[in-house]
């Protein structure tokens, strides 16, 4: 059974795991960078260890590194999070190699769904539906050329080891061909080291949907229903919702089974996620697996009632999973928002800085997973991602409605967060009635990016107007002289008390 396990992760996620891992009776050790000493997962952790300086290919991407603190600390277990080294198929055969558990699925079934070529093959060879496009490395461009003609406008050129839109191009016209092709190999080859590219049908008006799986190294997989992900930017998720608006009884029932059906084609174990692309009428299609725990993996929980990270646990010790698919259902309605450090009107700079003050929003339905402070500073080498904020309820209606409270709630001052965007989000009359795709932010642009009619000057004047209004208050009470003999002590403390909550 794992005791001690070393989380090769930092920010929320980190916590995240050693929340889990401490209801289980785990002790858990953190990893951090020079930047990282006064993080919270560093103060949340039984143990931490220094691996080097702030930039991550010197910290949380070095391996050595990593496994040197897991064997320091006597970890048996290792549980990457997700970014970093989640997807790394060296890093989980380094971890078999040196005897430490790594919690999430083998070398090989990585590998396979790393290569999005490779997992092409596999899908089609499992019965999976598959966008229509090529399946082997483009490499001559004159056979791409009669391969795009044949496939036909518009189409998209996809990085085989891509992922987050990098060596990605959509191409509408005949003359943006050949320099999408060069394009996209040229930022696979400087993002993955790989300039293998591929050819996808352009699908008009897509909806991103996603399954949830588990499997155990028993031969066991379900799947834990699915999350809608098509609010992005860039083509990365920025609200996720579930179950999706989209869906009807039948067609999740269907990609349930074909998500089920990938897993197994891989032979996985841990938990994953199978995603598709779907248009309008409901026709899906394969699109690649994440081998890792999703940035969404809340609301599947919340939904589901099942918590993944202890499940990735026990599967990694070698426990047969006891949920079964039978057994297993949607309650309810959960959205997620991710609470981003940047600039939604300086388009979405990153905005690191100290933050001066924060009130997380609380009550019925409100799950807050982030892990700044007042008096943080949010550093710049990493993803600037700072918190989730996730909401449940009976309905939809009621969670877009929890959610708007809960935003209004949230306060973050000393930086600039993406919480009025996503307001703005659960404002719009499109969203509100589950009409959207993954064009949704493009077609409300102009809605959505209205910019506050005073911004951070109305803040500013705000904290002064408060400032005086207190000063007044205080200066108009004026201590009474103690001659009654009902006067003691403790009335005099409860009095101040009340003058130092005004």
Known sequence: MIKKVLVANRGEIAIRVMRSCREMGI?????????????????????????????SIESYLNIDKIISAALKSGADAIHPGYGFLSENASFSQRCEDEGIIFIGPSPSSIANMGDKITARKHMLAAGVPVVPGTIEPLTDEKAALEKIKEIGLPVMIKASAGGGGKGMRLVKKDEDII????????????????????IEKYIQ???????????????????????ECSVQRRHQKVIEETPSPLMNPDIREEMGRHAVAAARAVNYHGAGTIEFIV????????????????????ITERVVGVDLVKEQIKIAQGEKMTLKQEELEQFGHAIECRIYAEDPENNFMPSPGKITHITEPLGLGV?????????????IYYDPLISK????ARTRKEAIARMKRALHAYKITGIKTSIPFLARIMENEDFIKGNYNTHFIEKHFDML???EPCGRRCQDIALIAAFMHYNDRISA???????????????????RKSVSRL
Not at 477 to 486: D, F
């Open 27 to 55: 002790t858990s050790v953190a990893v951090f960078s020079e930047v990282d000493r006064s993080s919270m997962h560093v103060r949340f952790a039984d143990e931490a260890y220094f691996i080097g300086p702030s930039p």
């Open 179 to 198: 320099s999408s092709i060069r394009g996209a190999r040229s930022e696979a080859k400087a993002a993955f080291g790989n300039d293998a590219v591929y």
């Open 205 to 227: 008006s897509p909806h991103h949907i996603e399954f949830q799986v588990l499997g155990d190294k028993h031969g066991n997989v379900i799947h834990l229903f699915e999350r």
């Open 279 to 298: 248009d309008d009428s409901l026709n899906y299609y394969f699109l690649e697996m994440n081998t890792r725990l999703q940035v969404e993996h809340p």
């Open 367 to 379: 799950r807050h997973d982030g892990y700044v402070y007042t008096g943080y500073d949010i550093p």
């Open 389 to 392: 904020l996730i909401v449940w």
């Open 449 to 451: 990016m209205a910019k």
């Open 477 to 495: 009470v004026k201590p009474e002289p103690n001659n009654s003999s009902t006067t003691n002590e403790w009335k005099s403390f409860g009095r």
